[in-house]
């Protein structure tokens, strides 16, 4: 049976728009794909810090996840010199997140470690983010221009002080081992929040092992 060449036409044409719509469907969900890994993304091997030692066979020991927060403004390699330990203390991971990328609040830092030992980078290192506020160690003061902050995920003293996972140590330690070598960072100057603001703070506070990192010559411990 001949068919209508009229709506043979017709029908030719409705497929060429199905179509389309489907390459533009696709091509969006492309795009939103590209912006997904802009924003959270595997850390290549070959970017800063080598993380192929961060412990944990999973993929994903370690991921970008970058805050906003931080001087526009860039700094040399060899004006890091310490590296500060703070505790989260709030009641999640998420929130924790979230409260480091809000702009309203202008915290950050570089690296946060939650409870299973995945490492978070959240600001690089040649940026300076805004996680010691008012401080001060030896001659240096303001610390932040000078120094990379590390999170600690931990509920903190407000909302249930928690012990440091194992994970979150072990992860810790490989980090600080990196950050030592890249940044020639003198032991003594792996410092809790504590140290260098401690009227204000209290963290990483009396749970964190200080004694077990000075064991890799990462911080100092006194004994009593």
Not at 23 to 37: F, G, P, R, V
Not at 53 to 62: E, F, M, Q, R, T
Request: hydrophobic share 30%; charged share 30%; with cysteine.
């Amino acid at each position: 049976m001949k068919r209508d060449p009229k709506l043979v036409e017709k029908e030719v044409h409705e497929m060429e728009k199905i179509k389309k719509s489907i390459d533009k469907i696709n091509a969006n969900i492309d795009q939103s794909k590209k912006a997904l890994e802009k924003h959270t993304k595997l850390i290549p091997v070959s970017e800063e810090l080598d993380f192929r030692i961060v412990p944990g066979k999973n993929k994903n020991s370690s991921v970008t996840n970058l805050s906003p927060n931080y001087s526009k403004k860039t700094r040399q390699k060899k004006d890091i010199k310490l590296v500060v330990i703070h505790y989260t203390g709030m009641q999640s991971e998420i929130e924790s997140i979230k409260r480091l990328k809000n702009p309203i609040y202008k915290v950050s830092c570089h690296y946060l470690i939650n409870r299973g030992g995945k490492i978070i980078r959240m600001v690089k290192d040649h940026h300076v983010a805004w996680h010691a506020g008012k401080s001060r160690w030896k001659s240096f003061v303001n610390l932040n221009k000078k120094s990379l902050g590390i999170e600690l995920v931990n509920r903190g003293h407000k909302f249930g002080y928690q012990n440091f996972s194992t994970k979150q140590i072990n992860s810790l330690i490989k980090l600080c081992k990196i950050l030592k070598k890249k940044y020639q960072i003198k032991k003594e100057n792996f410092l809790g929040h504590s140290d260098i603001a401690p009227l204000r703070k209290s963290d990483p506070g009396e749970k964190f092992p200080w004694k077990k990192l000075s064991n890799y010559s990462i911080g100092k411990w006194y004994k009593n």
